[in-house]
């Protein structure tokens, strides 16, 4: 994977910094210092079931975990070829604690490293804001923040396996430092295909992945939905809401997608034999689970409504948030030969 585009863009939106001002009044919280990411105690290590191998599974599944499990199940012998490697064995999938993302209030505030790295002075700042449209809907805006974070490295286990990433701990992306993030219209320039799905539509076709969402599963092809979470696009940090927790979910998720649109997303292919890019995300490879600042207990799929889930999850004044990302992987586990 790729990261020059990314810090490209980054770079650029330094630049930019200092002529943002706050879009809506602030109201963020502090940033928290006991937050510093620890593998064992912050990772829910049950979200990594059920694995299968070789066509056997182990541990429960819901819906999202069968139909991904399916082809694992009828076809589980590989064959992979890399150069002039050659390895076959079984078919293994898991879900795997590959990436981090912080939803802040509080501009710079790094919670993997329980420290605040970017004084803005007051801009950037994150906020709440009632909509005064009689629908009694609330509106978020907070910064984002992606790390790699291969916690399967990080404890040294299971390296051996040839589909594992061997890329370190790295802050991948800060949204501080894109102004595309602070506004939608200015997303709109660089994500035009976003026009395409403001309409009612549209908009019915994410009724179908709520619903689908709420029973534990999600439709890929509406990639421009989150379930009960709202619409991917804007690519933007505003967020419509009712629920808190889920809209930091929302805003984890949409800046999961938006790493795909900037061509730093992959998915571990079919026959477990490489990594694939992703310029538009498939949602099922995908869950979440909340660290900071309650611990979730169980891993959610992308769009399930909060009220399956949220409840007790937000800790009075703390409103910024931590969630691991884990990604479903497919390996070819088996013996090389030359």
């Not at 604690?97 to 509080?106: A, G, H, K, L, S």
């Not at 908009?203 to 979470?229: E, Q, T």
């Amino acid at each position: 994977m790729s990261r020059l585009r990314t810090k490209i863009l980054a770079g650029v939106g330094a630049a930019a910094l200092s002529l943002l001002t706050p879009i809506t009044p602030a109201r963020a919280s502090s940033c928290p210092t006991g937050t510093i990411f620890n593998p064992i105690t912050k990772v829910r290590w049950n979200c990594i079931f059920p694995i299968t191998i070789g066509g056997v599974r182990i541990g429960s599944y819901d819906k999202l975990d069968k139909a991904l499990d399916a082809q694992s199940t009828s076809k589980p012998l590989c064959a992979c070829r890399k150069g002039v490697t050659f390895w076959f064995g079984l078919k293994v999938s898991f879900w795997s604690p590959n990436r981090m993302v912080d939803v802040v209030t509080e501009p710079g505030c790094m919670m993997a490293l329980g420290a605040d790295l970017m004084k803005t002075g007051g801009r950037l700042q994150g906020s709440q804001s009632s909509i005064s449209d009689g629908t009694n809907t609330r509106k978020m805006f907070a910064q984002m923040h992606y790390y790699i974070s291969p916690v399967w490295k990080m404890l040294d286990m299971f390296t051996d396996l040839p589909c594992f990433e061997d890329d370190g701990f790295d802050v991948a992306l800060m949204t501080e430092v894109m102004p595309t993030w602070q506004s939608g219209a200015l997303g709109a320039i660089i994500q035009p295909e976003g026009i395409l799905f403001g309409n009612p539509a549209a908009g019915l076709a994410c009724m179908a992945d709520s619903a689908a969402s709420a029973a534990g599963k999600v439709i890929d092809p509406l990639y421009w939905c989150m379930g009960s979470w709202g619409a991917t696009y804007p690519i933007a940090g505003d967020i419509h809401f009712d629920d808190s927790v889920e809209a930091w979910a929302g805003l984890a998720a949409r800046g999961t997608f938006m790493m795909g649109r900037l061509g730093a997303l992959t998915i571990s292919s079919a026959d477990g034999c490489s990594f694939t890019p992703q310029p538009i995300w498939t949602k099922s490879r995908y869950k979440l689970q909340l660290m900071e600042p309650v611990k979730g207990g169980k891993c959610v799929n992308i769009g399930r409504p909060g009220s399956l889930w949220s409840s007790a999850k937000h800790a009075p004044g703390k409103d910024n948030a931590q969630f691991m990302l884990f990604e479903k992987v497919i390996c070819c586990a088996g013996i090389s030969t030359p």
